[in-house]
């Protein structure tokens, strides 16, 4: 019998730290290991956003501020949903600002699925959704799309899966680990299942500013989905503010009254000198988010275009995110953890295997490019000749 509660049933540990763990057994040993594993924006976080959050502490904020959040971010934020997404809420009664994104996918979770009732996630996608959807009790239902046609999604792919007891879809949009954008075509396919079949979509776009190509759609702004959507988006990525931890997740009225209840109860509220940095990011100069995205940009051709000089590799380029995911079906080894451990073994670059993020995503690995471009020639040249001994 186990000792813990029985929701932790078929709640793996992360898969991505399985890797991590060989990688700092090798370094241990004294490899020098090249790290494409993690999706962490290697910037600094931009300096006016450092200097608020000091200015902050120097002058003693540092106390509880209200659960939902400082009253002047909110506000910044129901700008920032109107200004970037078309999205009209009130922000004192539709906006919960989280510590991390992460915190309010799962507030979302919680508080939208219980027992018996089923999260429907397209995979690939990333690892934490089907474990929240266990934390919360509900049942996650794995929906995969095909590499054979880029990951797109279909409507008739979502419906599918669907069953009397499916409550909510969840959407990562821009994708990790595909990089995919929606298109205005599968943006309408999401909502269209939702509203034809009475479900909430959870969409986490906490990617929305690391994009190079294709308009960022937020599905609460199609027809008919202000009343069934929850929007997660967060600072991490866009401000490279990931030890920060600030999240925020805009919902309909009533649903969002049942997050802060959840948030209430659990951690309170956001720290308050970070909300602050928070209102710097959203309130002052954006030009430091273009300068990031265009480095990533440089990246990301850098890397695909080193990796499709290796045989065997098939390597898209990414619309958004931080990823190249790669199809190693022309290697010979048809695992992708085999690879993998394989990878980091013989040419010292930990990579993540593509199963780590649902089906879909058995003949793949994905490699991060939020890393400086010498870690990124290098770690291409020794995949290279690594491959080439196999
Ligand atoms: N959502 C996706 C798709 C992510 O890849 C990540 C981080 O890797 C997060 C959410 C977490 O964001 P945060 O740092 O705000 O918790």
Redesign the pocket.
């Known amino acids: 019998v186990s000792r813990v509660a029985s929701r932790f049933a078929g709640i793996e540990k992360s898969p991505t730290y399985a890797i991590l763990d060989l990688a700092a057994e090798l370094r241990a040993q004294g490899e020098s290991i090249l790290d494409l594993n993690g999706?962490e924006p290697d910037f600094d976080t931009p300096g006016h956003i450092t200097a608020e959050g000091i200015e902050a502490l120097s002058g003693g904020f540092t106390h509880y501020t209200p659960s939902r959040g400082l009253p002047e971010l909110l506000t910044a934020v129901g700008d920032k949903l109107l200004r970037d997404n078309g999205l009209a809420v009130d922000p004192a009664r539709q906006v919960v600002v989280t510590p991390?994104?992460?915190h309010a996918?799962f507030l979302s979770v919680m508080t939208l699925l219980g027992p018996g009732d089923e999260l429907l996630v397209p995979t690939p996608s990333?690892v934490s959704y089907p474990a929240m959807a266990r934390l919360a009790g509900a049942e996650p239902v794995l929906a995969p799309l095909s590499a054979d046609n880029g990951f797109r999604l279909t409507r008739q792919l979502l419906e599918q899966r669907l069953t009397p007891r499916t409550r909510a879809l969840l959407i990562?949009n821009p994708n990790?680990p595909t990089g995919n954008v929606l298109t205005a075509d599968e943006a309408e396919a999401v909502a269209g299942v939702a509203r034809d079949h009475d479900l909430f979509v959870i969409t986490?776009e906490?990617?929305e500013k690391v994009r190079f190509r294709g308009e960022h759609l937020s599905i609460a702004a199609l027809p008919g989905m202000a009343d069934r959507t929850v929007t997660v988006n967060?600072f991490?990525k866009g401000y490279a503010m990931?030890g920060w931890r600030l999240?925020y997740a805009a919902a309909p009225e009533d649903v969002s009254a049942q997050m802060l209840k959840v948030q209430q109860h659990t951690v309170g509220c956001a720290g308050s000198f970070v909300q602050r940095g928070g209102l710097g990011a959203l309130r002052g100069p954006q030009e430091p988010v273009e300068e990031m995205r265009a480095a990533y940009e440089f990246r990301r051709d850098l890397l695909v275009k080193g990796l499709s000089g290796i045989p065997g590799l098939v390597c898209p380029s990414p619309d958004a995110a931080l990823y190249v995911f790669c199809d190693i079906g022309g290697t010979g080894c048809a695992d992708p953890t085999a690879f993998t451990s394989w990878l980091l073994r013989e040419a010292k670059v930990a990579v993540t295997p593509g199963s780590a993020f649902g089906p879909g995503g058995e003949r793949h690995i994905r490699l991060a490019f939020a890393t400086d471009e010498q870690t990124l020639r290098e770690a291409v040249d020794r995949i290279h000749s690594a491959m080439e001994r196999l």
């Open positions: 999706g991390s994104a992460k996918l990333w990562n990790n986490d906490i990617y967060g991490s990931t999240g």
